[in-house]
């Protein structure tokens, strides 16, 4: 194996990566839409069909559901199904080793120093880390990794490779709407190495153009046809109340790895070397876009893992910098990254074993104390939820049917969604009225914003460190234990432990 290679310093190197990727990897925590993926799996796969309508909510029962991720989500439930949550983890920790391979493999074939690679991935590692939670997101890394490997080795002599993209974008449709990314890429490179192709008599242009040309038609047999990229069109020209949409603030140290790499890109632009114009497209605007949408950064990422080793390892080469050549380190250094690798190690299995290799369910974050108390009291209806907690009410209590969940626009409209917002905030009783709801969710946190003082159709009966619950005045059933003093209060803590 080149890992391998003539010298024990290539081991040492690349199981220094490893180490890093399974410590930096080692997210535990429940993504707030897990639940719903599980659910929305076991369904699709016990039903034998895709659900049409939104009939988990009860704002829009019949709004139609274009649930781009059901072979991910297929995947995710028979994992669980199997290996429990465990699987999950697992599932996630080998998907990110077989990235390190996949990115370590393309740059050590092709010339990139070991200490200049390993120096750039201990950069790279971090910034890929936020993006391993078990969601389907991890999909489009996957695919996104491949693509942009195979589009290095089709335009760097093996054009034959071009021909796998379309299989590989119509896995990637079925699984993620991270292949739209994909897609445009694509048809940047098609245009800008095509042309160059065309203008240098070369035949290059030929297998991109029909390899893009399949491409297009492959992202198109999916559930939904070409319904399915109107819908992608209409989402991503909305803009998105949400965390991971946001952009990167430039004047700070969050995403310090991810500047860092950019920077050194832009450097690379003012240095001798090869530098294809179709690379140099391609990364800036990966560069534009990550740095626009937090979600993206990891994309902006891998593109640079496949560009800055080997052009920084060519360029040393040419300048005759040999101080980099692993053979001049002795033994001492050796020790140091034995030690920094079990180091990794330890700490990775710490973070793991905190919650005995399972999923995470924060109580501090999930209302874990309400669902259980819900629960136990049998109370059923239409439940006002915060957007962030939709999916896990939607497995906690099967019975009832929210107001929202993280589908977002897949599965409501936007007058829904700008009601859900809204409803949280301004005190205005006809606003409620708008949808027969049973129960309202709030955060503890806003309790200070009570948006339901002084509205007596409204009363309080749960409160704990995270959530309140407050029910309908005229939910007979419900109040009438109230009173009665015949509420349940559960004494045992909920379990940590996903689901």
Same mark, same amino acid.
């Given at each position: 194996?080149?890992?391998?290679?003539?010298?024990?310093?290539?081991?040492? #190197?690349?199981?220094?990566?490893?180490? +890093?990727? !399974?410590?930096?990897?080692? @997210? %535990?925590? &429940?993504?707030?839409?897990?639940? $719903?993926?599980?659910?929305?799996?076991?369904?699709?796969?016990?039903?034998?069909?895709?659900?049409?309508?939104?009939?988990?909510?009860?704002?829009?029962?019949?709004?139609?559901?274009?649930?781009?991720?059901?072979?991910?989500?297929?995947?995710?439930?028979?994992?669980?199904?199997?290996?429990?949550?465990?699987? #999950?983890?697992?599932?996630?920790?080998? +998907?990110? !080793?077989?990235?390190?391979? @996949? %990115?370590? &493999?393309?740059?050590?074939?092709? $010339?990139?120093?070991?200490?200049?690679?390993?120096?750039?991935?201990?950069?790279?590692?971090?910034?890929?880390?936020?993006?391993?939670?078990?969601?389907?997101?991890?999909?489009?890394?996957?695919?996104?990794?491949?693509?942009?490997?195979?589009?290095?080795?089709?335009?760097?002599?093996?054009?034959?490779?071009?021909?796998?993209?379309?299989?590989?974008? +119509?896995?990637?449709?079925?699984?993620?709407?991270?292949?739209?990314?994909?897609?445009?890429?694509?048809?940047?490179?098609?245009?800008?190495?095509?042309?160059?192709?065309?203008?240098?008599?070369?035949?290059?242009?030929?297998?991109?153009?029909?390899?893009?040309?399949?491409?297009?038609?492959?992202?198109?047999?999916?559930?939904?046809?070409?319904?399915?990229?109107?819908?992608?069109?209409?989402?991503?020209?909305?803009?998105?109340?949400?965390?991971?949409?946001?952009?990167?603030?430039?004047?700070?140290?969050?995403?310090?790895?991810?500047?860092?790499?950019?920077?050194?890109?832009?450097?690379?632009?003012?240095?001798?070397?090869?530098?294809?114009?179709?690379?140099?497209?391609?990364?800036?605007?990966?560069?534009?876009?990550?740095?626009?949408?937090?979600?993206?950064?990891?994309?902006?990422?891998?593109?640079?893992?496949?560009?800055?080793?080997?052009?920084?390892?060519?360029?040393?080469?040419?300048?005759?910098?040999?101080?980099?050549?692993?053979?001049?380190?002795?033994?001492?250094?050796?020790?140091?990254?034995?030690?920094?690798?079990?180091?990794?190690?330890?700490?990775?299995?710490?973070?793991?074993?905190?919650?005995?290799?399972?999923?995470?369910?924060?109580?501090?974050?999930?209302?874990?104390?309400?669902?259980?108390?819900?629960?136990?009291?049998?109370?059923?209806?239409?439940?006002?939820?915060?957007?962030?907690?939709?999916?896990?009410?939607?497995?906690?209590?099967?019975?009832?049917?929210?107001?929202?969940?993280?589908?977002?626009?897949?599965?409501?409209?936007?007058?829904?969604?700008?009601?859900?917002?809204?409803?949280?905030?301004?005190?205005?009783?006809?606003?409620?009225?708008?949808?027969?709801?049973?129960?309202?969710?709030?955060?503890?946190?806003?309790?200070?914003?009570?948006?339901?003082?002084?509205?007596?159709?409204?009363?309080?009966?749960?409160?704990?460190?995270?959530?309140?619950?407050?029910?309908?005045?005229?939910?007979?059933?419900?109040?009438?234990?109230?009173?009665?003093?015949?509420?349940?209060?559960?004494?045992?803590?909920?379990?940590?432990?996903?689901?």
């Amino acid at each position: 194996m080149i890992f391998l290679h003539k010298n024990s310093w290539n081991f040492f #190197l690349i199981l220094l990566l490893y180490a +890093l990727a !399974f410590n930096q990897f080692a @997210l %535990i925590t &429940a993504d707030p839409d897990l639940w $719903g993926h599980i659910k929305f799996g076991q369904d699709i796969w016990t039903q034998n069909s895709l659900p049409l309508t939104n009939y988990y909510s009860y704002t829009a029962p019949d709004h139609p559901w274009t649930n781009h991720e059901w072979l991910a989500e297929i995947i995710f439930y028979l994992t669980f199904s199997f290996f429990g949550s465990t699987g #999950l983890l697992a599932f996630k920790l080998l +998907l990110g !080793f077989y990235l390190i391979y @996949l %990115i370590s &493999a393309y740059n050590l074939k092709n $010339g990139a120093k070991h200490w200049v690679f390993t120096g750039l991935m201990i950069l790279t590692i971090p910034a890929l880390a936020p993006a391993f939670m078990v969601r389907p997101h991890l999909w489009t890394l996957l695919f996104f990794t491949i693509f942009i490997l195979l589009l290095h080795k089709g335009l760097e002599g093996k054009p034959v490779v071009l021909y796998w993209i379309p299989l590989l974008m +119509l896995a990637w449709v079925n699984c993620h709407g991270g292949v739209v990314a994909g897609l445009a890429i694509y048809g940047t490179v098609t245009l800008t190495a095509g042309t160059q192709s065309i203008l240098a008599g070369e035949k290059t242009w030929k297998p991109l153009l029909v390899s893009f040309l399949c491409s297009c038609l492959a992202v198109l047999i999916n559930p939904y046809g070409i319904t399915l990229w109107e819908f992608f069109y209409h989402s991503l020209s909305q803009p998105r109340n949400i965390s991971e949409w946001n952009s990167i603030p430039l004047l700070s140290v969050q995403f310090l790895h991810l500047k860092i790499l950019a920077f050194l890109f832009f450097v690379t632009l003012f240095l001798p070397g090869k530098k294809p114009l179709w690379k140099m497209v391609v990364i800036s605007a990966c560069i534009y876009f990550g740095f626009k949408h937090q979600r993206h950064s990891v994309l902006t990422v891998i593109v640079l893992a496949f560009y800055l080793p080997v052009f920084l390892s060519k360029l040393l080469d040419n300048n005759k910098l040999n101080f980099f050549k692993a053979d001049n380190l002795k033994t001492p250094a050796k020790l140091i990254l034995s030690i920094f690798i079990v180091l990794q190690l330890i700490d990775g299995y710490s973070k793991y074993n905190q919650n005995q290799f399972k999923v995470l369910v924060e109580p501090q974050v999930y209302p874990s104390y309400l669902a259980q108390f819900m629960k136990a009291n049998q109370f059923k209806g239409n439940i006002l939820v915060p957007f962030d907690w939709g999916e896990y009410l939607i497995w906690q209590l099967p019975d009832s049917k929210v107001s929202i969940d993280g589908r977002f626009r897949t599965a409501y409209p936007e007058n829904v969604i700008g009601w859900n917002k809204k409803v949280y905030s301004v005190q205005n009783p006809k606003i409620l009225e708008k949808y027969p709801t049973d129960y309202i969710v709030q955060r503890k946190n806003y309790a200070s914003k009570n948006y339901l003082n002084g509205n007596d159709n409204w009363i309080k009966i749960y409160e704990d460190l995270v959530a309140i619950l407050f029910v309908r005045k005229n939910k007979d059933s419900v109040l009438q234990k109230f009173d009665k003093k015949q509420i349940i209060q559960p004494t045992e803590p909920p379990s940590m432990n996903f689901p």
